[in-house]
Nanobody
Framework: VQLQASGGGLVQAGGSLRLSCAAS????????MGWFRQAPGKERELVAA????????SYAAAVKGRFTISRDNAKNTVYLQMNSLKPEDTAVYYC?????????????????WGQGTLVTVSS
């Protein structure tokens, strides 16, 4: 699976961004997807995950109610809508894919990674 993330940028606190991740190489609807982030000096952490069908999702507590993960299987794309952004959301955001269509919240389940896109939230 090849993944290409886009949509990062600089935004003021309280603003919104939408990240996109285009996938190729496998039947997209058969793979669970996740968005992760890594801030300077910190470990990579799960932000949100979604099943292959898109029916089930999971969010980190820090973003629940502000971020929404979704996917369009016809376009082989997964999205992360980020609203009410805070300076602590500043990080490099990565999309990742499993080899199965399940909902996974542990990083070791993700075998394929995109290149990352930087999100900077100014105060």
């Amino acid at each position: 699976v090849q993944l290409q993330a886009s949509g990062g940028g600089l935004v003021q606190a309280g603003g919104s961004l939408r990240l996109s991740c285009a996938a190729s190489g496998r039947t997209f609807s058969s793979i669970g997807m996740g968005w992760f982030r890594q801030a300077p000096g910190k470990e990579r952490e799960l932000v949100a995950a979604i099943t292959g069908s898109g029916v089930s999702t999971s969010y980190a507590a820090a973003v629940k109610g502000r971020f929404t993960i979704s996917r369009d299987n016809a376009k082989n794309t997964v999205y992360l809508q980020m609203n009410s952004l805070k300076p602590e959301d500043t990080a490099v955001y990565y999309c990742a894919a499993q080899n199965f269509g399940t909902l996974a919240v542990n990083i070791i389940s993700y075998k394929h990674w995109g290149q990352g896109t930087l999100v900077t939230v100014s105060s």
